[in-house]
């Protein structure tokens, strides 16, 4: 069973930076994609990011290319984002995502394996 496990959150003044990790278990992730997502009170989950765990082919929304960077440790089943420049809408508890295609697509639904999340807070 693939487990996902965040880490790496917290609270930073706007302008700073943070790295999440996500580190995979339960498979081999050889054919899988990794995604970030966040979701901010009250609003939807939206996508961040997201890697084809083999090719390393990336997928960034808009609102956060060049300022994250999303890499994966295959040594280490390790999902990286690496967030600098980070604003006040940054704000929400970030998941990591798993689907088994390999596709980078945006849309949540694709993605079978999620983890609990962890909480970034940027304060202005």
């Known amino acids: 069973q693939v487990q996902l496990v965040e880490s790496g959150g917290g609270l930073v003044q706007a302008g700073g930076s943070l790295r999440l990790s996500c580190a995979a278990s339960?498979?081999?992730?050889?054919?899988?994609?990794m995604a970030w997502f966040r979701q901010a009170p009250g609003k939807e989950r939206e996508f961040v990011s997201a890697?084809?765990?083999?090719?390393?082919?990336?997928n960034y929304a808009d609102s956060v290319k060049g300022r994250f960077t999303i890499s994966r440790d295959k040594a280490k089943n390790t999902v990286y984002l690496q967030m600098i420049s980070l604003k006040p809408e940054d704000t929400g508890v970030y998941y990591c995502?798993?689907?088994?295609?390999?596709?980078?697509?945006?849309?949540?639904?694709?993605?079978?394996?999620w983890g609990q999340g962890t909480q970034v807070t940027v304060s202005s």
């Open positions: 890697i084809n765990w083999s090719a390393g082919i990336t």
């Open positions: 339960g498979r081999t992730f050889s054919r899988y994609a």
């Open positions: 995502a798993a689907n088994e295609r390999g596709t980078i697509a945006a849309l949540d639904r694709l993605y079978g394996y």
